[in-house]
């Protein structure tokens, strides 16, 4: 499911150092040098919707997110998984992320992505 994710990559040790203390629900890549912590399960269309809810958790999870800038890790990334609705023949929509949104991402260090799952099984 194109859910919202956090994605981390480092070095085993501070992989594990971070782990080691942290009251996120993540989950460990099998290698060890990164994981993924689930920031919102919202399986919408609404972009603000998913934004609003990812900046909540961000906020109420600061200390941790500080961590992870202190322990320096590479390229901590806001991942926000986007279904493929356009209708055919249409363009794709345009997709707006707000200044705010922009700031507390930096705060922390994070890049932000969008990853595009295809369409949607209607089944």
Known sequence: MPYSYLRVQGSKVKVRR???????LAHPYKSGDGFNVMLSSYDGKSLPTRIRLVAKFLRENRAEMLQLKALGFHAPLVDF??????PPGHM??????????IQL????????????????DDD
Not at 18 to 24: A, G, Y
Not at 92 to 101: D, Q
């Open 18 to 24: 971070f782990l080691r203390h942290s009251k996120l």
């Open 92 to 101: 794709w929509p345009m997709y707006r992320v707000t200044t705010p949104f």
């Open 105 to 120: 991402l930096a705060e922390f260090g994070f890049e932000l992505e969008l990853s595009f799952y295809g369409r949607r």
């Open 81 to 86: 998984g986007l279904w493929d609705d356009t």
